[in-house]
Nanobody, 118 residues
Framework: QVQLVESGGGLVQPGGSLRLSCAASGFIFSNHAMSWYRQAAGKERELVALVSTASGIRRYADSVKGRFTISRDNAKNTVYLQMNSLKPEDTAMYYC???????????WGQGTQVTVSS
């Protein structure tokens, strides 16, 4: 059974940093690209960052380039999102996603809330 468990969210002041983690199980982690999405209240879910299987390819939303870094540790079955210089507009529920080219074989975590406020 695929499980993705996010952690590391919380309340932070503007300009602060957080590191999100997503612990994966139930599938061969190193065979799948992984991504982070976020969904703010009243908005659609959007892709924040994606990392390929061996970290050779990383993609970021324009809104987070230069501030966020996605990484993965295949030995620990974990993907991370380091978020620096946080802004109030980064406030959202952040979700980890297992990517798959096969329809119906992707998977989502339950999400972790990030709130940026003074």
């Amino acid at each position: 059974q695929v499980q993705l468990v996010e952690s590391g969210g919380g309340l932070v002041q503007p300009g602060g940093s957080l590191r999100l983690s997503c612990a994966a199980s139930g599938f061969i982690f190193s065979n799948h690209a992984m991504s982070w999405y976020r969904q703010a209240a009243g908005k659609e879910r959007e892709l924040v960052a994606l990392v390929s299987t061996a970290s050779g390819i990383r993609r970021y939303a324009d809104s987070v380039k230069g501030r966020f870094t996605i990484s993965r540790d295949n030995a620990k079955n974990t993907v991370y999102l380091q978020m620096n210089s946080l802004k109030p507009e980064d406030t959202a529920m952040y979700y980890c996603k297992k990517e798959s080219s096969r329809p119906g074989f992707d998977a989502w975590g339950q999400g972790t809330q990030v709130t940026v406020s003074s």
